[in-house]
């Protein structure tokens, strides 16, 4: 028999404007699952690993059931993400010297935080822990928990990082699911942006300076004279840029301004592991 756990940690955006502070939200949620069914070792066709194995087909092992329990769903496959992988790894292994399962021990980062030192770039993150005789049984046993079925089905990740640790007479896993997001240059973002904001028949209103001045301070810089003629400021914070946000679609689509200008800045709240882009869009 084994036991496992769950967590779900995510992100949401929100958007400035002279009014409007922007505020970070972290939902999170932890719910502990019922024990793990686990198959023999006939039923398995598997053969135990020795103490302290770092077995990278048990791992894809796990990757292929996921993504076959995700087909039989109806949902899109799970891509490796290796930077996820290092971070599960590095908590399998805490695990196998704790003993007892936990999303986080004394002194170990928040899941969000460790998965963002190792390399990875996402908005939304979940993990499944749990230990077991073998892989099948750790596999199943997230399937027959309606949290940890959540998890693994989610059709809002995409990618996911797994460690499987041999320790204490048994498998430990370790499973991190995320919604990659894609790592931009500040010109990248805003181009992006941009695009979609002239795609409406604005004119570029030329050196970004200004909107990336409003951007980082929320406040008008010295000496701007061009941000002064404004008739339109907004800043948002979000990990999805592929669209405006809805006021300010709504007033770019209008027809009251003639011009706009993007500018992008570092984000408010860079250490909360969760990649973000901050943009500032100036309407003329």
């Known amino acids: 028999m084994g036991t496992a756990r769950i967590q779900r940690l995510s992100a949401a955006g929100g958007v400035e404007s002279a009014m409007l502070r922007f505020r970070w939200i972290i939902a999170c949620s932890v719910a502990l ?70 999303h986080r021990y004394s002194g170990e980062a928040d899941l969000s935080v460790r998965a963002q030192n190792a390399g990875a770039h996402f908005s939304l993150i979940e993990e499944n822990v749990a230990f077991g005789s073998y892989v099948a049984g750790i596999h199943q046993g997230w399937l027959n ?28 896993a ?34 970004p300076a200004a909107a990336r001045g409003y951007c980082a301070t929320g406040s008008v810089p010295s000496g701007s004279r061009d941000i002064l003629r404004a008739a339109f400021l907004m800043v948002w914070e979000d990990s999805d840029i592929s669209a405006l946000p809805h006021d300010l679609a709504g007033q770019v689509a209008s027809g009251r301004y003639r011009s706009a200008v993007v500018g992008a800045c570092a984000p408010k709240d860079s250490e909360s592991g969760f990649t973000s882009y901050r943009v500032a869009v100036i309407l003329y």
């Open 33 to 102: 699952a019922a024990a793990l069914a686990e198959p023999s070792a006939a039923a398995s066709g598997q053969q135990p690993l020795q103490p302290g194995a770092y077995p990278p087909a048990a791992a894809q092992q796990l990757l292929a059931l996921a993504n076959q329990a995700r087909a039989a769903a109806g949902v899109g496959p799970l891509k490796w993400d290796s930077a996820l992988a290092a971070a599960a790894l590095l908590h399998c292994e805490r695990m196998v010297v704790e003993g007892p399962i936990a």
């Open 145 to 172: 928990s309606p949290g940890h079925r959540a998890n693994l089905l989610n059709p809002e990740v995409d990618s996911v990082g797994i460690a499987v640790v041999s320790g204490r007479g048994a498998l430990y």
């Open 174 to 207: 370790v499973a991190d699911y995320a919604r990659a997001v894609p790592v931009l240059s500040r010109e990248q973002v805003e181009a992006t942006v941009a695009g979609l904001v002239l795609s409406s028949g604005l004119s570029n209103a030329g050196d």
